[in-house]
């Protein structure tokens, strides 16, 4: 199901059967990565999708096991937070907003499922247009707080599920993964604009 947000930098994260309303707002620095991308990644342009590292973060290995592909992880150098991308354009749906639209819903579900304790049951919230447009350069875009599949992760409690689509483009997601909102809301909100559409 997913609940409309009046701001979109309002993400409700339940931790440990408690609810945070977090404000996020982009005002640490960060700095351009500007290496290859990876072998197993799923974007074919690289000029479709921006990526910024935030200070504090570094570049970690991608897995080959991982069940699904992702373009980037990075990791805080001294808290327990890592950022998983994903990237998927270049969809064969026609022109058909609509369509993609219900493409991207799709998408997220199945991510969901994976990664997810909770599944598909969990309530997302859905950005704002006008919101998921000045800030990620997207047509559409949801976000869920969500408990660990232990199959897809042993070694955090908790995800931050932020998903991002543009119409004749494709579907982008951030999976922040985490063990103490208290203690690693900084380190989220500087990273929390680190992928978007390109202009």
């Not at 910024?52 to 699904?68: C, D, H, K, Q, R």
């Not at 447009?133 to 660990?148: H, I, Q, R």
Request: glycine letters at 4%; a positive charge; charged letters at 25%.
């Amino acid at each position: 199901m997913v609940k409309m947000k009046n701001k979109s930098m309002q993400i409700i994260c339940s931790m440990a059967m408690l609810t945070f309303l977090m404000h996020f707002s982009c005002s640490s620095p960060v700095k351009k990565y500007t290496g290859s991308a990876s072998d197993r990644t799923s974007v074919k342009k690289k000029d479709i999708i921006e990526f910024t590292i935030p200070l504090g973060f570094v570049m970690s290995e991608i897995t080959a096991e991982s069940p699904l592909k992702y373009c980037r992880i990075i990791k805080h150098c001294s808290k327990k937070l890592e950022i998983r991308y994903l990237a998927y354009t270049g969809t064969s749906s026609g022109d058909d907003p609509n369509f993609k639209e219900q493409e991207f819903r799709e998408k997220t579900m199945e991510i969901a499922r994976i990664i997810s304790a909770e599944g598909t049951d969990r309530k997302f919230s859905l950005f704002r247009e006008s919101d998921a447009n000045s800030e990620f350069n997207a047509d559409m875009g949801v976000t869920a707080s969500l408990k660990v599949n232990r199959n897809y992760s042993d070694n955090y409690k908790y995800i931050i599920l932020v998903g991002m689509h543009r119409n004749g483009t494709g579907h982008a997601y951030m999976i922040f993964l985490l063990n103490n909102l208290n203690d690693t809301t900084d380190e989220i909100q500087s990273a929390f604009h680190s992928m978007k559409f390109s202009r």
